[in-house]
């Protein structure tokens, strides 16, 4: 066709629709932005722990270098912000909180229904502990084969998306995925975390465009 100037992300982000990969209202990014609310924060690797707490049968508290021998996990997911970026094919490494419970690492009380994730200044947001022992939560290390950068949330975040070995499994937009993640409370209710209370979507579904509450 003449005059026709060819665009090849909007010809790819086309093709992920057919395929129903690109969720209502979202655009295909290959870039990989930067949000979070304040500063970034610095990290001390020596003094840094992982906490697990509340609705478990003990608690735990893990140093880098212990946090660093859990059983790992190499994931694939797609991620959709709020913001309506979506960034499809993005691999991931680290431990994921299923293999924890599966292996005995962290024994659930009955009542754990729900989980806050505690990142450094404060930040929290919150899922269905369904979720969470999901294919499609991490708590990551690694990006793209690398360590995370600190932008990205180092030395350890939550990602949050959607893993093709499960598509239709629930998930949420990335706001759910806390960078600088600190420790994992299981709840027997649910505790809305820093956006959730500020006005976007409890649960968050990118197919259901459950952006704003
Ligand atoms: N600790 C912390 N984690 C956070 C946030 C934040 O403000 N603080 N913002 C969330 C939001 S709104 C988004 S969209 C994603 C963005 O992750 P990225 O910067 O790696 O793209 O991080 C989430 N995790
Ligand atoms: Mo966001």
């Avoid at 508290?61 to 994931?75: A, D, G, H």
Wanted: charged share 25%; with cysteine.
């Amino acid at each position: 066709m003449v005059g026709r100037i060819a665009n090849p992300r909007r010809q790819e982000e086309e093709e992920l629709r057919a395929m129903r990969r690109l969720p209502p209202g979202q655009a295909l990014t290959h870039k990989f932005p930067i949000l979070h609310y304040g500063q970034l924060p610095e990290i001390d690797l020596a003094a840094w722990t992982f906490r697990v707490s509340g609705a478990v049968e003990e608690e735990r508290v893990w140093t880098w270098s212990e946090f660093n021998q859990l059983p790992r996990t190499r994931i694939t997911l797609d991620l959709h912000c709020v913001t309506r970026w979506s960034k499809f094919d993005t691999i991931w490494e680290g431990v994921a909180m299923k293999t924890l419970v599966e292996q005995g690492y962290i024994r659930l009380k009955p009542e754990a229904r729900f989980a806050v994730q505690h990142c450094e200044h404060g930040y929290t947001t919150n899922t269905p502990v369904g979720l969470l022992l999901s294919d499609n939560m991490l708590m990551a290390t690694h990006y793209d084969n690398k360590p995370l950068d600190l932008e990205h949330g180092y030395p350890l975040r939550m990602v949050i998306g959607i893993n093709r070995a499960n598509p239709n499994a629930q998930s949420a937009y990335l706001w759910k995925g806390g960078k600088w993640l600190r420790g994992v409370e299981f709840t027997a209710s649910d505790r809305p975390g820093f956006w959730e209370r500020l006005g976007y979507n409890n649960e968050a579904d990118p197919w259901r465009e459950q952006r704003y509450a």
